[in-house]
């Protein structure tokens, strides 16, 4: 489970989103659960991730984040030669971040 501490620790202040965006871009993107958000059977390319944090509340012991996600979708050409192409994508997630531990979790919210 991926654990966001300077999150964690800019709650509250005008720094986080900065902060959540930067921990999101800069994860190992494999975590996100991107692939359920391709529109085509592509695959994600994991080198153009960009966040947007759309907007954040506290509820007991957990954050709760909603987060834009822009990203590259891959899919695959026809074997007559031709490249693959390359789709923009967007999904927003759920992350929620456990205020004890910094873990979170990340759910593709309903379209």
């Known amino acids: 489970m991926p654990k966001f501490p300077n999150s964690l620790q800019a709650w509250g202040t005008d ?21 359920a958000a391709t529109t085509r059977g592509g695959l994600v ?31 695959a050409a026809c074997s007559c030669g031709e490249e693959p192409d390359a789709i923009n994508g967007y999904c927003q997630l759920q992350v929620h971040i456990d205020k004890s531990s910094a873990e979170a979790e990340f759910h593709v919210a309903p379209a």
């Open 45 to 75: 390319d994991d080198a153009d991730i960009t966040a947007v944090v759309l907007k954040s509340t506290e509820e007991g012991q957990f954050i709760h984040v909603g987060v834009g996600i822009f990203f590259t979708e891959i899919t």
């Open 15 to 35: 720094d986080f989103p900065r902060t959540l965006k930067n921990e999101i871009e800069t994860m190992d993107t494999g975590i996100l659960p991107l692939q």
